[in-house]
């Protein structure tokens, strides 16, 4: 949902390392904060984006009296965003906006029907084919981000920020087996 309120609110940052292209918002909200805002806005959003990613994903069960990092920038408290007083604002005011935008665009996929989840088998069956052995256990972590560019961003270890267009693309086969193969 930080790429909604990137959008929502024209936070203007530079796309490097982790940080992907313009997000793919439509349509795109009205901008509730003031432009005066925009510096405080985009170092709190860069803040809160990079602790998002470095987190890693969100597994359940996990310790309540030490939770996840990413969870310090979630509702009620957005403890995370303290130092950034007017995104922490905007964030608590626009919560539920944001939340239902995510909402209908999971729902959307899920009336869409089944996803190309078959996809990661067939590559897998592929590569072990290819490599004449079966593959070794391993883990691949592709988190798949609703922005406007095509470039696949190193997360973490086997851990990869992929457009949604590019995995859902002609394009997204190769690029799981081009993440797959030297894992296998």
């Known amino acids: ?23 793919a918002v439509e349509p795109l909200p009205n901008r509730s904060t003031d432009p005066s805002d925009a510096v405080e806005l985009a170092e709190g ?6 602790s998002l990613v470095n987190a890693g994903p969100l597994t359940l069960p996990f310790d309540l009296s030490n939770p996840p990092v990413a969870l310090s920038f979630t509702p009620p408290a957005f403890s995370g965003l303290h130092d950034w007083p007017a995104l ?3 964030v608590t005011e626009r919560w539920m906006e944001a939340h239902q935008w995510h909402t209908a665009r999971m ?4 009336e869409a029907g089944p996803h190309h989840d078959m996809r990661a088998s067939q590559v897998v069956t592929e590569v072990e084919r ?21 470039e696949i961003r190193l997360a973490g270890p086997n851990r990869y920020l992929v457009p949604e267009r590019v995995y859902d693309g002609p394009r997204g086969l190769e690029l799981l087996r081009s993440l797959v193969t030297p894992i296998a």
Not at 5 to 20: H, K, L, N, Q
Not at 45 to 50: A, C, D, E, F, G
Not at 107 to 110: E, I
């Open 45 to 50: 959003w860069l803040t809160w984006w990079r």
């Open 88 to 90: 922490r604002q905007v």
């Open 130 to 150: 290819a490599l004449g052995r079966r593959a070794r256990p391993f883990a691949l972590n592709l988190v798949l981000l609703p922005v406007c560019d095509e």
């Open 1 to 23: 949902m930080a790429l909604w309120f990137r959008a929502a609110e024209r936070i203007e940052v530079e796309t490097e390392g982790v940080v992907p292209g313009p997000p």
């Open 107 to 110: 729902r959307a996929g899920l």
